[in-house]
């Protein structure tokens, strides 16, 4: 039986495999659970995960649950991290009515705004748009697939390319202002009480998603180890999905080695540990990022204390 080929527009491959989109039929629904098999290790019995299942998302998740180092543990019900909203369902839709957000942040620059589309939100709630740069990661993906030749991607995205890429754009998390308000805006939004419930995101929910996330729950006294656990948990979260879009990249001739792909698509504690370096390289420790970067001050600090922890 002759079977019809994929035929998928560069540029839209690109927001896929770049940025984690993809179309509600490609994604398993996945129960709200503990962290079971998906958790680090170190985590299991410690904390739990709650997961949002959705069919047009799959890094969608409450940070409570966590542990501090003094013993205390973060809130459920207040602070959601996801990836892009723009393709959830109508059933996604009401299952986020359920959680009574009153923000949503979109850190999305706005050429994925318009390539992935709006937030789709319960009636009532818009997204706040505080986009944050990522050195043109986005047409860089795109550029690199659009020439459908082997030699070429392999000279952009191979050998050690993509991972420099991701490891610049985590410094840029700390060098760059706009970025600095955007991730800073975020964060007092979340010590007030009026603006939560409240959910973030990017395309994929793992980088500047990622980083803002591992930020609060070391304000919040929680060890790294644990917080680095949290942002490495998006690889087994998006593994499906990312494995899928690379397949459907080399079904459609577009790619021969879609594995060039893969640094772009995960995160590594290596690239965390290239935004720390920065952190400290520019501002001391993270403690003074916090407060001289992003302009926190004791009582946000405090307030997120009060607000978060039980």
């Known amino acids: 039986m002759r079977t019809t080929p994929v035929r998928l527009a560069p540029v839209a491959i690109a927001a896929v495999v770049t940025l984690g989109a993809l179309p509600p039929c490609a994604v398993a629904a996945v129960p709200a659970q503990g962290l079971g098999a998906t958790a680090p290790q170190h985590e299991r019995g410690a904390a739990t995960v709650h997961r949002i299942a959705l069919q047009g998302a ?11 180092a003094l013993g205390r543990y973060v809130r459920y019900g207040q602070v959601f991290r996801a990836d892009g909203l723009g393709k959830l369902t109508d059933t996604d839709v009401a299952q986020l009515s359920a959680l009574h957000l009153r923000t949503v942040v979109d850190f999305r620059v706005p050429l994925e705004v318009r390539q992935d589309g709006a937030d789709r939100l319960p009636a009532g709630l818009s997204a706040t748009a505080r986009p944050a740069d990522d050195l043109g990661l986005y047409e860089k993906t795109s550029a690199a697939i659009a020439t459908k030749d082997p030699a070429k991607q392999q000279e952009l995205l191979g050998d050690g390319m993509a991972e420099e890429l991701m490891r610049s754009i985590y410094r840029n998390f700390v060098t760059n202002e706009k970025n600095r308000e955007s991730f800073a805006g975020t964060l007092r939004d979340i010590a007030d009480h009026e603006r939560s419930p409240l959910l973030y995101h990017c395309t994929s929910g793992k980088d500047r998603t990622g980083w803002v996330s591992y930020l609060l729950l070391r304000a919040l006294g929680v060890p790294d180890r644990t917080a680095t656990g949290d942002y490495l948990l998006s690889n087994e979260l998006r593994a499906e999905a990312d494995r899928t879009t690379r397949e459907a990249l080399k079904k459609a001739g577009l790619m021969e080695n879609p594995d060039l792909l893969i ?9 965390l540990r290239a935004a720390l370096d920065q952190a400290e390289q520019d501002y001391g420790s993270l403690d003074g990022y916090l407060r001289q970067g992003l302009g926190l001050d004791t009582a946000t600090l405090v307030r997120l204390h009060v607000r978060l922890l039980r």
Do not use: F, H, S
């Open 58 to 68: 799959v890094n969608v998740r409450d940070l409570g649950g966590y542990r501090t």
């Open 263 to 271: 640094p772009l698509q995960e995160v590594r504690e290596a690239y």
